[in-house]
């Protein structure tokens, strides 16, 4: 019998190539993807911070409630959660001197990112304290949209059916629930005209959530973009 190593090594060369066209990027085709356990992970951290942001929002009232404004209720809120984001990515960094190693590296990214981030959280808070918090956390819940747009348009990412039939639930969702104000802002139902004196400021204040969801979808994008 000759040597069969040079077959051995001719038959491996279409397994490889078919381990890299596979859809899970280094895994055998039909495998499950090599990072699943990390992204069972991202949908618990999900998951808990969608639930912290309930009670979040009901402090939020209460401290409007207690006269505080926005300006201050901001002001606190974004030296706590900046001291705590600082000692989580200490802790995770390995201690501050790595932390301000990697920051020193790619500064520019995250200077950006920082600022993305200011925007979005400040307009959280002005969201719930300006707007119904229901309706504020029902428009800016629509942030996955916006992500999964960008990732299509920016990213190149490829959108499987059902994300697209849950993008358009989704958005013909938030158009029947503003159907009321897009009927008093087009002039219809009784007193058209009062209704819509009384709540064009109102419609206006809508435009924090929306743009808060946007700029939370923005910062994905760009930790996807560097990572």
Not at 167 to 176: E, G, R, W
Not at 203 to 222: E, K, R, S
Request: glycine letters at 10%; a positive charge; one cysteine or more.
């Amino acid at each position: 019998m000759g040597d069969v190593r040079p077959e051995l090594r001719r038959a491996a060369v279409p397994q490889r190539a078919e381990r890299a066209l596979s859809p899970s990027m280094g895994a055998p085709a039909g495998g499950p993807p090599p990072d699943a356990s990390k992204r069972k992970l991202g949908l618990i951290i999900a998951w808990v911070g969608m639930l912290g942001s309930t009670p979040d929002a009901m402090l939020l009232r209460f401290q409007a409630q207690a006269g505080g404004v926005p300006a201050s209720i901001s002001f606190f809120r974004f030296i706590m959660t900046a001291t705590l984001n600082f000692v989580f990515a200490a802790a995770n960094s390995g201690g501050i001197g790595p932390l301000c190693a990697g920051v020193a590296r790619s500064y520019k990214a995250i200077l950006v990112a920082a600022m993305i981030a200011m925007v979005s959280s400040q307009g959280f808070v002005y969201s719930l304290l300006l707007v119904e918090p229901a309706m504020a956390l029902l428009i800016i819940s629509l942030n996955p949209v916006w992500a999964a747009l960008l990732g299509k348009f920016v990213l190149g990412e490829e959108l499987p059916g059902k994300t697209i039939i849950t993008i358009v639930c989704a958005l013909v969702s938030m158009v029947v629930v503003m159907i009321p104000q897009l009927l008093v802002m087009l002039g219809y139902g009784g007193e058209a005209e009062e209704a819509a004196a009384d709540t064009k400021g109102s419609n206006l204040l809508l435009l924090w959530p929306l743009f808060t969801g946007m700029f939370m979808a923005l910062f994905i994008t760009l930790s996807l973009i560097h990572i």
